[in-house]
């Protein structure tokens, strides 16, 4: 589908801004949004599928707002971030939704999957519950690809409450990271089999991948991450109750998820 717009009223510092150096917000919404943008002065061409063409152009006619001034490519990847046209996946012919990863044939494979895959779509927090098995973790870590991938985000985030559960990460030998490693083994695997082992190396090189106990960090500022923990919630044996890091959700910040 091609949808053509033309910003009015004419104004060439605001369409430089919206812009960017050298179309880099175009290139950016682009790759993102997985359309194809042309302009002419203030007219717009997108080109792609009814939802992202539409999606296309609701943020630029955003951007195209606050561009009184020069946008920041942070500003564009917030944007983009929080805007619902990033959490729209991809659906097979009967439906089913896919994502984008190495594996060709990934896709919700129950009704339950697909609701867990929607739900980590348009939701800042989603918890997963049930038997082992079942494919939590690893659609999970899928999700969290097939954003990277779209650069719907900038970073991906393992992480594992540090909270004493029944074990104690003490007794570990090692640094916090090192102590935490074992419990991310799961996140690992996964990555791995939906990257590709080099990839997954490069992106711990270039920090795209970090690992990140819960409650030991923080991040004032916005950009869009989406953070990963395998045992986010634990049966705790000696109290017989339920154990969260809420201090993990309280420093949750803008653009992630």
Known sequence: MILRYTFTPPNNTRMGHLCGPMDSHIRTIEAALQVTIAHRFEQFKIDGTKVRATQALEVLQALYEMAQRPISEETVQL???TDASNT?????PDGAITLSTRRADLRARTANQSTYLENIATHDITFGIG???TGKTYLAVACAIDALE???VQRIVLTRPAVEAGERL???PGDLIQKVDPYLRPLYDAL???MGFERVQKAF???QIEIAPAGFHAWPHAEPRVCDSGRGAKHHARADEDVFDAHRLWRQGRGER
């Not at 729209?88 to 097979?92: C, E, Q, R, V, Y």
């Open 79 to 81: 944007m983009l971030a």
């Open 88 to 92: 729209i996946l991809g659906t097979a």
């Open 131 to 133: 038997p082992a098995g």
């Open 150 to 152: 779209r650069s719907a």
């Open 170 to 172: 003490g007794f570990l």
């Open 192 to 194: 791995y089999e939906l």
């Open 205 to 207: 090189e270039r920090q």
